[in-house]
Nanobody, 116 residues
Framework: QVQLAESGGGLVQPGGSLRLSCAAS????????LGWYRQAPGKQRQMVAH??????SIIYADSVKGRLTISRDANTVFLQMNSLNSEGSAVYYC???????????WGQGAQVTVAS
């Protein structure tokens, strides 16, 4: 099993910045990717950014390129969000992909609200 512990959500003004963190623990040797999804009210969960482990590439959703940055330090993945607008209001979920067997793991979700 893999556990994902998120932190860093909250209320931020339009144009502001916020940083999310997600620490992975458990059987992390099976992980091949870490990343972030978000889900706004009434909308489907969508991929925001993902990074491979062990030399894998970084992928961003087109809508966040240039404003959100994903990074990783060992078993912790971060999402730096700059120039936030109302589109950024959502619950952000940390995601981990594992192999052998193939499994998807999710964090508990972090609420981000962009409002003045």
């Amino acid at each position: 099993q893999v556990q994902l512990a998120e932190s860093g959500g909250g209320l931020v003004q339009p144009g502001g910045s916020l940083r999310l963190s997600c620490a992975a623990s458990g059987i992390i040797a099976r992980l091949y990717s870490l990343g972030w999804y978000r889900q706004a009210p009434g909308k489907q969960r969508q991929m925001v950014a993902h990074t491979g482990i062990g030399g894998g590439s970084i992928i961003y959703a087109d809508s966040v390129k240039g404003r959100l940055t994903i990074s990783r330090d060992a078993n912790t993945v971060f999402l730096q969000m700059n120039s936030l607008n109302s589109e950024g209001s959502a619950v952000y979920y940390c995601h981990a992909g594992a192999l052998n067997p193939v499994r998807n793991y999710w964090g508990q979700g972090a609420q981000v609200t962009v409002a003045s």
